[in-house]
């Protein structure tokens, strides 16, 4: 429990002791029904309670006309009534003593209604109590099972907590991230933002030992909050890898998120300059987002030890691709010294190659994957390494990731950040997602993981006070 009395009431989003939904419906189909049925499915740790005008009990929850009713202490409500019927509910939630409202309702400052989000904000200052939202899809905090959404029912857990300013985005990245294995803590809709925003999140999420990495979508910064977005985001990013999508760099775009939620956007560059400033990483895509953020979840380390990453392949063409993209993003790749030659010439055939990229060639078997990848780890002047394979009749993917896993396991002592590419059919996706529910980050192309490792290479040059390998 934190000892900052504004924090506390943020945990209790993630972290209720009880949960009441003001506006369950009694119909499945309606948001606030498939909401209670979110957080029941998923089996919620603390208590939950109904609140409609018609109900005694729905889906088995005990309901009651008001959240003044309720015979117990509220700690996070979720709102899911009309615009107009807001303010009263948000009302009687501080005479309850509420910490934390979650307000789902559209129609305020993103139709227009900035008079009735203005009059919301100043009702529940009055009585303590802070709001996510409005215009959210709702909460997930995978340790404590709460998913207070209306969005999918199941979400993988993981370390990476997922904030976003697009709801629908959001949604769809729910179903998505499970069906890629990304595992999640949380994903938190931010809505019109009228009170909670990144910054408050970022408090939370750089304490919460649930969460190794924040991702986020972002349109623009609460006004007037771009100081404080600036100071306490620089803060965080030393504690936590932070990473960004910043929507809107084209000025369509820019015109575009005004009329969504009426953010300001605020100049491209400029948010170029603030991340940067911020030790914020700057994601190009949502695919990017969570590449990095699964390799950035992964590390347990971000000490930068060594002198440069190898790449370990099974395909020539492979490795000339890895290297380009090396150079593209900046990852430093080691030049390899006759000794260190002759110790990975153990690994491969005659015709192989033990430059960097050091090739198997199309022959490797998981033994031969397993002695390269025990002597890169070994190899104190190995900062990390990048194992890629092709698919070949003769190496099943699924047995060269078992391998993967039990080296990594074996010979991993120093902690070394190390992805994979599993590039060819069904089978190597198969082979990926197994790779990535135990935590090690895989990808389809050498392109993504390099990019994802160079991200890990940035954020720890960052966090180390470095400005590259010495
Ligand atoms: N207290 C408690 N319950 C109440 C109250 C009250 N004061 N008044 C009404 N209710 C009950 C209703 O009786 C109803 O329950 P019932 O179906 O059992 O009768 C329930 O609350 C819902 O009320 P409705 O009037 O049926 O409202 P409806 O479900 O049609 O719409 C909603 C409410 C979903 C909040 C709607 O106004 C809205 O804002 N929808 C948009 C939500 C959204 O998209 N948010 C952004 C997500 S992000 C994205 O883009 C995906």
Redesign the pocket.
């Known amino acids: 429990m934190s000892s900052d009395p504004e924090l506390e009431k943020i945990e209790k989003l993630f972290k209720p002791r009880t949960i009441a939904v003001?506006?369950?419906?009694?119909?499945i189909a309606?948001?606030?029904?498939t909401l209670l049925k979110n957080i029941l499915a998923n089996g919620f740790e603390g208590k939950v309670y109904a609140?409609?005008?018609?109900?005694k009990e729905?889906m088995g929850v005990p309901s009651y006309p008001?959240v003044l009713d309720i015979p117990d202490e509220i700690d996070h409500a979720v709102i899911?009534?009309?615009?107009d019927?807001v303010p009263?509910?948000v009302e009687e939630t501080g005479k309850k003593g509420v910490k934390v409202v979650s307000i789902?309702?559209?129609?305020f400052k993103e139709t227009g209604r900035a008079d009735l989000e203005e009059k919301i904000v100043e009702i529940a200052k009055k009585h303590g109590v802070r709001i996510l939202g409005p215009?959210?899809?709702g909460v997930v905090y995978t340790p404590t099972n709460l998913n207070a959404t209306f969005g999918p029912e199941k979400v993988l857990k993981g370390k990476i907590a997922f904030l976003t300013q697009?709801?629908?985005l959001?949604?769809a990245l729910m179903a998505w991230t499970a069906m890629e294995g990304i595992g999640l803590s949380s994903i938190v809709?931010l809505?019109n933002m009228a009170d909670i925003d990144p910054i408050d999140l970022g408090k939370f999420f750089e304490k919460d030992d649930n969460t190794k990495v924040i991702a986020m979508y972002l349109e623009g910064i609460s006004s007037g909050r771009g100081q404080q977005f600036l100071s306490e985001f620089r803060k965080i990013s030393k504690s936590k890898p932070v990473i960004a999508l910043k929507a809107g760099r084209s000025e369509r775009g820019t015109k575009a998120i005004s009329s969504h939620t009426g953010s300001l956007a605020g100049s491209d560059s400029m948010y170029d300059s603030a991340f940067k400033q911020a030790g914020i990483l700057r994601a190009n895509d949502v695919e990017q987002l969570f590449d990095w953020a699964k390799m950035l979840a992964s590390v347990d380390s971000f000490d930068l030890k060594g002198k440069g990453f190898v790449i370990i392949t099974n395909g020539g063409g492979m490795g000339v691709m890895a290297t380009d993209a090396a150079e593209a993003n900046g990852l430093p790749l080691l030049e390899m010294t006759d000794d260190l030659k002759q110790q990975f010439r153990k690994s491969m055939p005659w015709f192989g190659s033990p430059n960097n990229p050091i090739d198997l060639t199309g022959q490797a078997s998981a033994n031969s994957y397993e002695s390269a990848i025990k002597t890169a780890l070994e190899n104190d002047v190995i900062t990390g390494a990048v194992v890629m394979y092709c698919e070949v009749g003769f190496l099943d993917p699924i047995e060269l990731a078992r391998k993967i896993s039990y080296s990594l396991k074996t010979y991993n002592i120093k902690k070394k950040p190390v992805n994979v590419v599993m590039l060819g059919g069904e089978k190597t996706r198969e082979a990926a997602r197994m790779l990535d529910r135990e935590g090690i980050p895989s990808y389809s192309i050498p392109e993504r993981a390099v990019s994802s490792m160079a991200a890990f290479y940035r954020y720890a040059l960052f966090r180390t006070g470095k400005s590259s390998l010495q």
Do not use: C, L
Request: glycine letters at 18%.
């Open positions: 003001i506006g369950a419906s009694r119909n309606k948001v606030g029904g609140v409609n005008p018609e109900a729905i008001s899911t009534v009309p615009a019927k009263e509910v789902i309702t559209s129609g215009n959210i899809f697009s709801g629908a959001g949604i809709s809505g």
